[in-house]
Every structure is written in structure tokens, then in C-alpha cells.
């Protein structure tokens, strides 16, 4: 079953853009990856508290640039069984981020303001 994109979080647009400019030659792979997202929406791991939203964490390297999927992008999204869509909430370079309860932070307070504009 094909799943939609809903919503594409603001900040993950501004994310991707820098990501985008700052690996250009991987542009190609980082656009299949959320096509496969889109398609597959299992294919990330689903990330624990958030009761009963679905958040997942998709791993990507970068091959480009020789960073395997332990080193590279990370990219979240929320996944919404009964309606076939997906949000994606943030997208960023593993090497940018010290600690990943700081972009857990970040997902809790998006989801927040999505889930009130719905």
C-alpha cells in the first residue's frame, strides 16, 4: 500500500536544503531514500515514546562521500496508519548532532504543533 506525504515540516525543508548544498553529489540518493520512505514507511526504525504515533528513523549513507549509514543522514518522519501518510519532521548529518535527545526534544515539540494543526 502507497502512502502520501502529508507535510513536509518546515525546518525539515530548510534541513535538507543545507544538507543538499553541503553534499550535492549525494542529492540523487537523499531524494530515493524519501521516495522509499514513501513507499515502505517500515523501512526505519521506530523510535519509543511516542505512544501511539508512529516515529521512525531512517539511517542513510552517504556514498558518495565514502560515510556508511552509521556516519550519516538521519532522517525522521511520522507515520499515520489510518489515513496512508507521512510527515517527515527533521533530517540531519549524525556528525552535526552531539546528542539525540536533543533531536528528540525537537520531534516531541513538532509533533506537537502538527498534531494540532490536523
Given at each position: 500500500m502507497r502512502?502520501?506525504?502529508?507535510?513536509?515540516f518546515p525546518f525539515f525543508t530548510?534541513?535538507?536544503?543545507h544538507i543538499i548544498?553541503?553534499?550535492?553529489?549525494s542529492e540523487k540518493s537523499?531524494?530515493?531514500a524519501l521516495s522509499t520512505i514513501i513507499?515502505?514507511?517500515s523501512s526505519?526504525?521506530?523510535?519509543?515514546g511516542f505512544g501511539v504515533i508512529n516515529v521512525c528513523k531512517l539511517r542513510h549513507g552517504l556514498k558518495e562521500y565514502r560515510v556508511g549509514k552509521s556516519g550519516g543522514l538521519r532522517i525522521i518522519y511520522a507515520v499515520f496508519n489510518n489515513i496512508n501518510?507521512?510527515?517527515?519532521i527533521s533530517v540531519y548529518h549524525k556528525a552535526e548532532y552531539r546528542h539525540?535527545?536533543?533531536?528528540l526534544a525537537f520531534v516531541r515539540e513538532s509533533l506537537k504543533k502538527i498534531l494540532t494543526a490536523f
Amino acid at each position: 500500500m502507497r502512502f502520501v506525504e502529508l507535510e513536509r515540516f518546515p525546518f525539515f525543508t530548510s534541513q535538507l536544503d543545507h544538507i543538499i548544498k553541503k553534499y550535492p553529489l549525494s542529492e540523487k540518493s537523499i531524494k530515493k531514500a524519501l521516495s522509499t520512505i514513501i513507499s515502505n514507511p517500515s523501512s526505519g526504525d521506530r523510535m519509543p515514546g511516542f505512544g501511539v504515533i508512529n516515529v521512525c528513523k531512517l539511517r542513510h549513507g552517504l556514498k558518495e562521500y565514502r560515510v556508511g549509514k552509521s556516519g550519516g543522514l538521519r532522517i525522521i518522519y511520522a507515520v499515520f496508519n489510518n489515513i496512508n501518510g507521512i510527515i517527515f519532521i527533521s533530517v540531519y548529518h549524525k556528525a552535526e548532532y552531539r546528542h539525540e535527545k536533543d533531536v528528540l526534544a525537537f520531534v516531541r515539540e513538532s509533533l506537537k504543533k502538527i498534531l494540532t494543526a490536523f
